[in-house]
């Protein structure tokens, strides 16, 4: 079973920052905060990802409470082409044994009005 | 393109036949993975591979189920006798083994 909660669906205004939010209640010390995102029919696509602090890249920005129970992704403008289903996944370091697969929940499907 | 590339993008076929997928990961990403998303659903892990060795595989992965990576390099994933069922997305990751996972397009599978 998926280690995150997530909400159903958002919407998000064109040129607004989205805030998609993630509770991990149950997250281990050596576990990792993934975020990828599924536009309708396609693969998914690698977002970002941290452990403790937060992260930015030219995506988005992660941010990560200080207990590591929760997080929030952040795409600072969004576009429409930003409207999708974004996981949020805690998973393990490589080196444990199962920790290899992603294991999805069922996203939050976020849709952004022009 | 440098991405995961998956074939064919798009399988229909008849209940009780036999189909086959290949993947083509990252070029030197030495782990690969298949998963499988249903209609309104995450994806759900199958199985992965390391080189060629296949090291884990999901309760999912039935015995009509083989998936194989012979040279380290691209992968095929058979389904034999295929059911109703089957029908699916089936989607394809790669990985170097400390690394994010990046996925292909995906082949979605119709039975009929």
């Known amino acids: 079973d998926a280690k995150t909660t997530q909400p159903t669906s958002m919407d998000c205004a064109e040129g607004r920052a989205a805030n998609l939010p993630c509770n991990h209640s149950?997250?281990?010390?050596?576990?990792?905060v993934y975020w990828y995102r599924q536009i309708h029919s396609q693969g998914p696509q690698y977002i970002i990802h941290?452990?403790?602090n937060n992260e930015t890249n030219e995506m988005a920005s992660l941010i990560i409470t200080e207990d590591r129970k929760s997080s929030t992704l952040i795409l600072p403008h969004a576009t429409l082409r930003d409207t999708a289903v974004y996981y949020c996944?805690?998973?393990?370091?490589?080196?444990?044994?199962?920790?290899?697969?992603?294991?999805f929940g069922q996203g939050t499907r976020l849709t952004i009005n022009p | 393109d440098t991405g995961v590339s998956q074939n064919p993008r798009h399988k229909i076929t008849k209940r009780g036949q036999n189909v086959t997928f290949r993947c083509d990961p990252i070029?030197?990403?030495?782990?690969l993975y298949w998963y499988r998303q249903t209609l309104g659903q995450g994806p759900e892990f199958l199985t992965y591979?390391?080189?060629?060795?296949?090291?884990?595989k999901s309760r999912l992965l039935s015995d009509r189920f083989s998936a194989e990576r012979p040279k380290g390099s691209f992968s095929t994933l058979e389904i034999q006798r295929t059911e109703q069922g089957d029908s699916a997305m089936y989607l394809c990751?790669?990985?170097?083994?400390?690394?994010?996972?990046?996925f292909g397009p995906g082949t979605r599978l119709t039975v009929l």
């Open positions: 996944i805690v998973r393990g370091p490589y080196l444990i044994q199962g920790a290899q697969k992603l294991v």
């Open positions: 070029s030197e990403h030495n782990r």
């Open positions: 941290g452990l403790k």
């Open positions: 990751a790669s990985s170097t083994s400390t690394d994010t996972q990046y």
């Open positions: 149950t997250i281990s010390g050596n576990e990792y």
């Open positions: 591979f390391q080189n060629e060795a296949q090291l884990e």
